[in-house]
T-cell receptor, first 115, second 112 residues
Framework: AQSVTQLGSHVSVSEGALVLLRCNYS??????LFWYVQYPNQGLQLLLKYTSAATLVKGINGFEAEFKKSETSFHLTKPSAHMSDAAEYFC?????????????FGKGTKLSVIP | DSGVTQTPKHLITATGQRVTLRCSPR?????VYWYQQSLDQGLQFLIQ???????AKGNILERFSAQQFPDLHSELNLSSLELGDSALYFCASSARLHNEQFFGPGTRLTVL
């Protein structure tokens, strides 16, 4: 079975500071990995995805993530936080199982940006 | 805007009742997934349909059922509702089985 652990349910950073949101996964086969963002009262928006191509993945809004197989990690980073980045972020893993690619999500990390 | 639509946006009902949530996938997407988001359980996969056929089941209660119609829209039916069923229900669609999923805005269900 696959699982995702997000360290830190709440992270606060100052505007302009580095954003680092941690995600570790467990999967018995090579996984597909995703980061989604959820703004208040909205659905989930895909930030970026890893599907076994380049290990450093660039996404939207200046975010990127690095797949590290040895550490089973897929941490999300952004060099400089902006007020508009305040939202909840979810790491998710999927793997093929009988032709389905359902997502298993972490519990989410709420990012606050302090002006 | 992801292109996935869900109706209604909000639903308030009483225990024991039955409701139907509707999802229209992005144009051309064959796969529809349903997820439940609650404070205690987080985001959980419920069920998936692909081109009208059930493809996978997750943590879906027996009181819940779904179907995908020939025009590819999907409905999630929740019956004998309990207080604990109050949650956000998301639908997501993807073009093929292995493609990324695009999420709708969700239906917020409140059971009183």
């Amino acid at each position: 079975a696959q699982s995702v652990t997000q360290l830190g349910s709440h992270v606060s950073v100052s505007e302009g500071a580095l954003v680092l949101l941690r995600c570790n996964y467990s999967s018995s086969v090579p996984p597909y990995l995703f980061w989604y963002v959820q703004y208040p009262n909205q659905g989930l928006q895909l930030l970026l995805k890893y599907t076994s191509a380049a290990t450093l993945v660039k996404g939207i809004n200046g975010f990127e993530a690095e797949f590290k197989k040895s550490e089973t990690s897929f941490h999300l980073t952004k060099p400089s936080a902006h007020m508009s980045d305040a939202a909840e972020y979810f790491c998710a893993v999927s793997q093929s199982g009988a032709g389905s690619y359902q997502l298993t999500f972490g519990k989410g990390t709420k990012l606050s940006v302090i002006p | 805007d992801s292109g996935v639509t869900q109706t209604p946006k909000h639903l308030i009902t009483a225990t024991g009742q039955r409701v139907t949530l509707r999802c229209s996938p992005r144009s051309g997407d064959l796969s529809v997934y349903w997820y439940q988001q609650s404070l205690d359980q987080g985001l959980q996969f419920l069920i998936q349909y692909y081109n009208g056929e059930e493809r996978a089941k997750g943590n879906i209660l027996e009181r819940f059922s779904a179907q995908q119609f020939p025009d590819l829209h999907s409905e999630l039916n929740l019956s004998s509702l309990e207080l604990g069923d109050s949650a956000l229900y998301f639908c997501a669609s993807s073009a093929r089985l292995h493609n990324e999923q695009f999420f709708g805005p969700g239906t917020r269900l409140t059971v009183l």
